[in-house]
Structures are given as structure tokens and as C-alpha cells.
């Protein structure tokens, strides 16, 4: 691996880094905020959708933006956004204050990631692109272990409000080997932004997510949850068709006729959404249900983090080397097993016995999982484009997360007790065996001789 090189992952890690951190620090600083501000259990939803909404819609733009203006540009105007919005929502003196900072952040965190794995996609060729992107997924991974461990003793020993202004310092350190890099962006002098079509796709899930998340409280029958609802459908349906007429689309339709680029983002779609149900669910059962600290119920996922800061990157050489077909397939089933486990929990709570071997099984499965259907999703796009492929990839994340997390209402029943808990995990359950089933049958496998090329033609080696 050259110096540039080593550069380059270190710059797309820490940039990642600023993201995954913040979302799981904030999951585990959740009933303190409630406690705090108030608002109850649809304050707790908002404080994660609003990030979430702002992230899932802004990534496509800011996927287009990445390939036509520069990924280093985008990079940087995501760092500075997201440093003053982390300090918004530390200030929040209520909780639409707090809503709207979380919104903000969402916005800045979606030029961050896709420029991220743009810059590794750009940078390696072959099975060491593999291999980036499992060191990437496995080095980001450790803001899972920070997050959780940092979040838990802030909101322990001082206030939830210092949590958030961790993300402060990773961004300056990215900001200043950027600076070292040295290289500047190549401006296309066709580019231009979709903003209409922006505008559709960021009102349509946003109206979408406000019905799901208000409806258990207003109903069904209330004017406000189904006009909300049949709005947010049709603006984004409207938004889809613009893509299909637009001169430079921010979400190129085109690219899901490449199968392992489509398949891949159904899988993505399926498994993303559960794992966001799972997140939200355990961190904030442990503490309200089971009675565990903020910083014990962030570290119960641990072990799901050492599992895939140890494996993920042989993961991705071994996905390089056989193709994604079999990871894709298994990790997810592993993980639907480790969802099923916490069927065990009970009122007689024992974390070791009931929780842990969850963890350590969805552990596999997520380290078995993450970096073959990353390379799959990229791989199957060519370079020229990754910036927007992994936009588009990071939005179905995103976005199932989002409708995961507004659903949760509907899922519990209102509220997140033993039963609710249990219900949860079903669902996870069932959406992991369908991302698996999804990729045994979709994905395709690139043949011994592209692999071979792509071996040879390997820069990094």
C-alpha cells in the first residue's frame, strides 16, 4: 500500500467515523435526553428520524455533488457542518430545538460518507479494494466500542449534552490530513444538481416518516397522519418519475439494471432496517426495562463490535477472492439466529445468559455481512460513478433505518416493555432471513477469470 494510499483510507475512515459515532452515541443517551427535555417515546423516535430523514434524502444530492464537484470539496463542507451542528445539539435547550440540530447534523453526515468510499473506490482496483474496504469497515466499526463507552459515562457522570461534542476532535483531525494530501478537485463543467428532484425526495420521506411516527398517537383516522401519508407516497413517486426524465438525475434509475447493484441494495435494504430496529431497541430496553445504566446497556453490543473490528477485513479479502454470493447469504442468517436469542430475555434479566450470545452470534453475522455486500454494491459500478453508488447504497441504509425506527410504534404496541421487546425481535429476525434469501438468489458471483484480472491489475500489491 503506497503513501497516498495509506492517506486516503485514514481521511475516509475518520470521515465515516464522525457519522457512526454520533449514531451510537445518541441511541445510548436517549433516556437521558427524554428525561432531561421530555417528550416520551415519539421524542426519542424524532431525535433519531430527523437525523436520519435529512441523511437519507441529502445523500443522493450529495452523491451527485461528490462526482461532479469533487469528493474532497464535499468532504470538507460535510466535516465544518457537521462540527457546528454536533455543537447545536449539545445546546438544545428543548426538544424541537434539539429535533431541528439533529436535522442539520443528518445533513452534513450525508456528504461524509459516500465522498468516503468514493475516495477508497477511486484509490484501489481489485482484491485490495476488497481489502480497503474491509480495513474501512472494520477500523469505522470502532465507533461502536467509543460511542457507546464514551456516550454511557458522559450521560452517567455528567450530561448527556458532552457526548455530542466528542465528534468535535475527529473532525479536526480530518480536516488537517485532507490538508496534507494535498490534492485538489477536478470540477466537471456540465455538472449540475437535481434540486427539484431533491426537494421531492426529502418532503416525500419526510411526510412518510411524520405519518408513521405520529400515528399511534393521532390514529389513522386523523387528517393530519393520512394526508401526511398520501402526500409523502406521491412526492416521492413523483420523484422517482422526474429521475427518469431528468437530464442529470440524483438517483441514475439505470444503475439498477446492473443485477448485483440492485439485488445488493434490496439485501442492504432488509438488513439495514433491522439492524437500526435492533440498535434502538436494546440500548433503550436495557436501561428503561431491564434497569441498566446508560454505560453498561451501551456496551452490551460490544461484543458485536470486536467481532467486526477482528474479522471484517479478512471478510472483504476473502469476498475479493470467491465472490459475495455465500457472505451475503449467511451473515444475514447468522444474524436472524442472534435476533431470535433475545426471545430469552425475562423479567429475571441476566445479560450474560439472555443477551450475550445474541450479541456475539449477530456479531458473525454483521463481520460475515458488511464488507462483501459493500464491495459487491461498488463493485458492480463503474469507478467513475462510486461516488453516487455509494450514495445511493448509504440512502437505502439510511432510510430503512428511518422507517424501521418510525414503525417501532406499530411493532411494540405503543410501548417498549417485555412483549414489545420480544415483538421487536421477530421482526428483526425476519428482515435479516429475507436480506439473506434476497442475496442467495439475486446476487451473482463474478467469474475466476474477472477475478484473476482484477487480481493482476491490482495497484496496491
Given at each position: ?290 434497569g441498566l445504566p446508560a454505560t453498561l446497556a451501551g456496551l452490551a453490543s460490544i461484543p458485536v463490535t470486536v ?76 469507478p467513475a460513478r462510486s461516488g453516487i453508488a455509494s450514495a445511493v447504497n448509504n440512502a437505502v441504509s439510511r ?63
Amino acid at each position: 500500500m503506497t503513501r497516498r494510499q495509506r492517506l486516503v483510507l485514514w481521511i475516509a475512515v475518520l470521515a465515516s467515523f464522525v457519522a457512526f459515532l454520533d449514531g451510537t452515541i445518541v441511541n445510548v443517551a436517549l433516556p437521558a435526553i427524554e428525561g432531561d427535555l421530555g417528550g416520551g417515546l415519539i421524542t426519542q423516535q424524532w431525535v433519531v428520524d430527523s437525523y436520519l430523514i435529512t441523511l437519507g434524502a441529502l445523500i443522493l444530492v450529495a452523491g451527485s455533488v461528490s462526482d461532479a464537484f469533487g469528493r474532497i470539496l464535499v468532504m470538507r463542507i460535510g466535516l465544518i457542518g457537521f462540527g457546528i451542528a454536533s455543537i447545536a445539539v449539545a445546546a438544545a435547550p428543548e426538544p424541537l430545538f434539539l429535533v431541528v440540530a439533529r436535522a442539520a447534523q443528518g445533513a452534513a453526515g450525508a456528504f461524509l460518507v459516500p465522498s468516503s468510499l468514493a475516495l477508497i473506490t477511486s484509490t484501489f482496483r481489485g482484491p485490495a479494494q476488497g481489502r480497503a474496504i474491509g480495513l474501512w469497515t472494520a477500523m469505522t466499526t470502532g465507533a461502536m466500542i467509543v460511542g457507546p463507552l464514551i456516550g454511557g459515562l458522559f450521560v452517567d457522570l455528567l450530561s448527556w449534552r458532552f457526548a455530542f461534542l466528542v465528534n468535535v476532535v475527529p473532525i479536526v483531525v480530518t480536516l488537517f490530513l485532507l490538508h496534507r494530501l494535498g490534492e485538489r478537485d477536478t470540477r466537471r463543467p456540465d455538472a449540475k444538481i437535481d434540486w427539484l428532484g431533491a426537494a421531492l425526495c426529502t418532503l416525500g420521506l419526510g411526510a412518510t416518516v411524520f405519518a408513521l411516527i405520529e400515528q399511534p398517537r393521532l390514529g389513522w383516522g386523523s387528517p393530519v397522519i393520512w394526508l401526511s401519508l398520501v402526500g409523502g407516497i406521491l412526492m416521492f413517486a413523483l420523484f422517482l418519475l422526474r429521475q427518469r426524465r431528468a437530464p442529470q438525475p440524483i438517483l441514475p434509475l439505470d444503475m439498477f439494471r446492473v443485477r448485483n447493484f440492485s439485488y445488493g441494495n434490496v439485501a442492504t435494504a432488509f438488513a439495514y432496517g433491522a439492524l437500526a430496529l435492533n440498535g434502538f431497541v436494546v440500548v433503550v430496553y436495557l436501561q428503561s426495562g431491564a434497569g441498566l445504566p446508560a454505560t453498561l446497556a451501551g456496551l452490551a453490543s460490544i461484543p458485536v463490535t470486536v467481532l467486526m473490528v477482528l474479522l471484517s477485513a479478512r471478510m472483504g479479502t476473502l469476498a475479493g477472492r470467491w465472490g459475495p454470493r455465500l457472505f451475503m447469504t449467511i451473515g444475514p442468517l447468522l444474524m436472524a439466529v442472534g435476533a431470535l436469542l433475545l426471545l430469552t430475555v425475562s423479567e429475571d434479566f441476566s445479560y450474560w445468559t439472555q443477551v450475550l450470545p445474541s450479541m456475539i452470534i449477530l456479531g458473525l453475522g454483521l463481520a460475515v455481512t458488511v464488507s462483501p455486500l459493500t464491495s459487491a454494491i461498488l463493485g458492480a459500478i463503474e469507478p467513475a460513478r462510486s461516488g453516487i453508488a455509494s450514495a445511493v447504497n448509504n440512502a437505502v441504509s439510511r432510510v430503512a433505518g428511518l422507517i424501521a425506527i418510525a414503525a417501532l410504534g406499530a411493532i411494540v404496541g405503543g410501548a417498549l416493555d417485555l412483549d414489545g421487546f420480544h415483538r421487536a425481535a421477530i421482526v428483526t429476525a425476519v428482515l435479516m432471513a429475507t436480506a439473506g434469501i434476497v442475496s442467495f438468489f439475486g446476487i451473482r458471483n463474478p467469474t475466476r477469470e474477472m477475478l484473476d484480472a482484477a487480481a493482476r491489475a491490482d495497484p496496491a500489491d
